[in-house]
């Protein structure tokens, strides 16, 4: 059965930097797009970062430069590096699946995988 873990959540400072890391077992997800979305209390759930199989990567616009995404085939798990927190950044961080085309690689319907989700919260 596949599956998906995330782990790395917990409580920063404003300024400081977290590891997500999400690891994907039950199927060899090499071919496919990982993805980071996250969800705040109240709001819908965002698309943060996305990776396709051969590199090419994808950041909604209030994270770049601040974090980044890397996977690691061999070991079929997907980092979200998350460094220059803000209290902004507070959220459910989930770790997901899929074989988005280009134009529906920010959409919650292009991924078939989930995992539970990984609590982020940022405060001083």
């Known amino acids: 059965q596949e599956q998906l873990v995330e782990s790395g959540g917990g409580l920063v400072q404003p300024g400081g930097s977290l590891r997500l890391s999400c690891a994907a077992s039950?199927?060899?997800?090499?071919?496919?797009?990982l993805a980071w979305f996250r969800q705040a209390p109240g709001k819908e759930r965002e698309f943060v970062a996305a990776i396709r199989s051969f590199g090419a990567t994808y950041y909604v616009d209030s994270v770049k430069g601040r974090f980044t995404i890397s996977r690691d085939r061999a070991k079929n798990t997907v980092h979200l590096q998350m460094n220059g927190l803000k209290p902004e950044d507070t959220a459910d961080y989930y770790c997901?699946?899929?074989?988005?085309?280009?134009?529906?690689?920010?959409?919650?319907?292009?991924?078939?995988?989930w995992g539970q989700g990984t609590q982020v919260t940022i405060s001083s």
């Open positions: 997901a699946a899929g074989r988005p085309i280009t134009s529906t690689i920010r959409s919650t319907t292009s991924y078939y995988y």
């Open positions: 039950g199927r060899a997800f090499s071919d496919y797009a």
